[in-house]
């Protein structure tokens, strides 16, 4: 026994030895102690913002529009906002749409100042845009956001019957405005009444759609689709290859070489008619 307690005296007696289990017993404390806050940190609730609606794009949030509710540590990122007042009174950015009961995260809520002060901002190379006429009933309700997919629908009269079919799916709106051009759904609005819809399409496309309209002002019928339908936002395309051949038979393709050729004609003419006299 004796021996036993004369090399356990020996073993503390080692500075070297002691110097490692205090190191040992230290790291083990300090990696528990970190363990724990961060299980903590992980697992402690805290409260932040979220949407209760769907919010659209360039959209003011409103302090009806949001509720606070208590989410994991886990959860809140970097690019979480934790506070009410970065959130109310600024806008949804040109690129998001905030779905009901998600958080809100920094990119996609910017100041009144930083937002585009128009839809044309970012319209790409080739396209152009397209002005539909609309109103209270045909947006239903203006109920028709920017950033909302919709599909268009055809209604004329072919042989005095009438025709009413699907035209051109899955096109993005840019803007609604009102008859002063200032977004209904912006501040600088003074009109709650929808005067257009602002669509981005080819060249072609818009030409075409201008020849309806043309036709028929009243013959382009906007139809709204469930959030999931904008969320994916599928390729816009024509689906009635009859009601387009139809719309071109009715109108007539002029090149700017027949506006030349027509103006010299008309100005030889008128040459000529002013020699004779």
Known sequence: MSN??????????????????????LSVVVLYVAYSMRIKKATEPKSVP????????????TEDMVGVRAVPGSVITSNVITDMDSVVGKYVSNEALIPADSLFYNGTIVAWEDLPKTAYGDIRSGNQIFYLPVNMDSTYGNSIFPGNYIDLY??????????????IESIEVKAVVDGN???????SSSETEPAYILFELPEDWRLLLDKTIYLDPESLIPVPRNAQYSEKGGETRIVSAYIKNLVESRTVNVTEDDLRRVVNNRNNTNTTNGGAN
């Not at 036993?4 to 017993?25: P, S, W």
């Open 4 to 25: 036993i307690m004369i090399g356990i005296k020996r073993f503390f007696q080692n500075k070297n030895t002691v110097t490692t289990i205090f190191a040992i017993v």
């Open 50 to 61: 979220y949407a209760t609606v769907d919010i659209q794009p360039r959209t003011e949030i």
């Open 154 to 167: 055809y209604n004329g009269y072919v042989d005095n019957k009438i025709l009413i079919a699907k035209f």
């Open 181 to 187: 051009y200032d977004n209904v759904f912006e501040k």
